[in-house]
């Protein structure tokens, strides 16, 4: 499928039915499969056959799934993980242990930076955040002789900042370590960073892979790409037996395209467990199949109605990557030429009190915390995930009180400008 273009892959990817057999991918709602000798088993223990014994390590249809996003990406490997949270901390913790630090652009979800400035570090684990525009100087001396990974989001949620990601690239590698992207928001569609340099690529598939707010979920790739084998004494885990497989060295039986993903599945989700359901799977893939083509619309959204508030007087300020205004603009043609996002902040002239009376009259949009669905919905973090905080704590947070985030869904822009509208004239 490789020569296949990106709409293609949405659609076929990840799975080749034979004659007479299903169309559409095959849910396998089993936790265990039968075997019949010991010794069969004992293979696919050993890593010595391919097989699936126990749904917790590997499932038929959650791979399926997992390979049509590998199929995206271009990578050479990938697997499912339960959250999009999930999914960062195995692609971190894969490469890092206690007594490690690593690199991340202070431009990213929350709840990744909570994982990584609070929870990492209680196992042991330091964080350097840079900002996503640090200057070479800065980038350096933020480098240890422990670093293992540098890790960043093609378009970070809520801040909307686009990230050099060649830059990041050449930065991690010219300090032997690769570098891990966050492409959530932009997904697979709209780009491509193993194409920019990046190593390993996460997905909260939450957002625009599954589309529907149906299945929280989350995927890891790996590019294939990255030489564990030339910093042996940096990346031990892959490079020296693990003792608990049999000894195993992950990149001398599975190659630089196979050893970070097997890692993470026979040692982290064996010990972790944390598991993508196939039903998860099943969803998850109903949305791929039209990704491409609801990209384009939440695209389209997204700039229509950026365009729309950009010129209205009660609207104090914009940001959208894909307006000419914007300040990523350079990155954005080079990074995101085919489009960025359906997900815009923008500040409501009033402050506080005005955003909040502004989302009380909106009939479409929808208050919730998420972004990336078929159905637009909105956000006040003032007076909603960050109430507890003063004013003065959340500019430190990067949110100003009159911020509101609008995640634009698949409805008309006429519709959904309209709704705006109104909501705006009653305040
Ligand atoms: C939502 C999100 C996550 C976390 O995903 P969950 O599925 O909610 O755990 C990670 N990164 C980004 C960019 C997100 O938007």
């Not at 990840?14 to 069969?40: A, C, H, L, M, W």
């Not at 640090?134 to 001396?141: L, P, R, S, V």
């Not at 491509?192 to 190593?199: H, I, K, L, S, V």
Request: proline residues 4%; glycine residues 8%.
């Amino acid at each position: 499928m490789n020569n296949h273009s990106i709409g293609t892959k949405c659609v076929q990817g990840g799975y080749r039915p034979g004659n007479g057999e299903p169309r559409q991918v095959p849910i396998i709602q089993s936790t265990t499969f039968k075997y019949n000798t010991s010794e069969d088993m004992g293979k696919l223990f050993d890593l010595e056959a391919n097989g699936y014994f126990y749904s917790r390590l590997q499932n038929p249809t959650v791979d399926t799934v997992a390979a049509k996003i590998c199929e995206l990406e271009g990578g050479t490997a990938a697997m499912l993980t339960s959250s999009g949270m999930a999914a960062s901390f195995l692609a971190v913790f894969n490469l890092c242990s206690s007594g490690d630090h690593f690199i991340s652009s202070s431009a990213i979800y929350g709840g990744t930076f909570n994982l990584f400035a609070v929870t990492l570090k209680r196992m042991g684990i330091e964080v350097t955040f840079i900002s996503p525009d640090a200057t070479d100087e800065e980038f350096e001396a933020a480098f240890r002789e422990n670093t293992k990974l540098v890790f960043g989001e093609t378009i970070a949620n809520p801040a909307l900042d686009v990230l050099d990601i060649e830059r990041f690239a050449g930065m991690a590698h010219k300090h032997g370590v690769p570098l891990i992207i966050d492409n959530t928001f932009p997904t697979s569609v709209n780009c491509r960073p193993f194409e920019w340099g990046a190593d390993i690529i996460i997905h909260a598939t939450t957002k625009y892979m599954d589309g529907h707010g149906s299945a929280v979920g989350g995927a890891i790739v790996d590019s294939g790409k990255f030489d564990w084998t030339k910093y042996p004494e940096k990346f031990p885990g892959l490079c020296t037996p693990d003792e608990s497989y049999h000894g195993i060295v992950y990149t001398e039986r599975f190659g630089l395209e196979g050893a970070y993903i097997t890692k993470a599945t026979a040692q982290l989700m064996r010990d972790l467990g944390v598991t993508a359901a196939p039903m998860s799977a099943y969803l998850l893939n109903l949305g791929l199949e039209s990704l491409h083509v609801r990209m384009k619309k939440h695209c389209e959204n997204g700039l229509k109605v950026a365009e729309y508030l950009e010129n209205n007087p009660k609207i104090s300020w914009v940001k959208y990557p894909g307006l000419k205004s914007s300040k990523d603009k350079k990155l954005v043609e080079k990074y995101l030429p085919n489009g960025t996002c359906g997900v815009i902040s923008c500040g409501i002239v009033g402050g506080r009190e005005a955003a909040s009376k502004f989302m009380r009259n909106l009939k479409i949009i929808a208050i919730e915390t998420h972004v990336a669905d078929a159905r637009s919905c909105c956000l006040h973090p003032a007076t909603a995930t960050h109430r507890q905080l003063s004013d003065e704590e959340l500019l430190s947070a990067g949110v100003t009180p009159d911020l509101i985030r609008i995640s634009l869904g698949l409805e008309d822009a006429q519709d959904l400008i309209a709704d705006i509208a109104q909501a705006l004239e009653q305040i």
